[in-house]
């Protein structure tokens, strides 16, 4: 099911499988793609995950604006794991998603232990 929310300043459209008990994913699509592209990934881990997949700012259903930095987009996931009280989720990427995930690992502001 399609949900958004408003976190960091704007609106991100994402998606959520899996049980409610299992360990948290956040899926990070490449660049000039969307959440959908994560699809086949999300429906092979929400068995025995939670997954949660997102439409990055400028990309999908999400919020569009002129300009935007990896660390905004890093700063995107962040927050959102944080206004969804998600604890201790893991993220995976392609792409550019690979990029978001490490920045936000990298500043020490996503995977926290």
Do not use: W
């Not at 997949?53 to 259903?61: L, S, V």
């Amino acid at each position: 099911m399609t949900k958004f929310i408003k976190t960091n300043g704007i609106k991100l459209v994402y998606d959520e499988s899996g049980p409610e008990d299992g360990k948290v994913i956040v899926l990070i699509h490449g660049i000039s793609s969307s959440k959908e592209t994560m699809y086949l990934m999300r429906n092979t881990l929400s068995d025995k995950y939670k997954v949660y997949t997102i439409d990055c700012r400028g990309h999908g259903e999400s919020e569009r604006m002129a300009n935007y930095t990896i660390d905004d987009l890093a700063q995107d996931v962040v927050s959102f794991t944080e206004d969804l009280q998600l604890k201790n989720p893991t993220a995976i990427g392609y792409s550019m998603g690979s990029f978001i995930a490490l920045r936000a690992g990298e500043n020490q502001m996503f995977l926290k232990s």
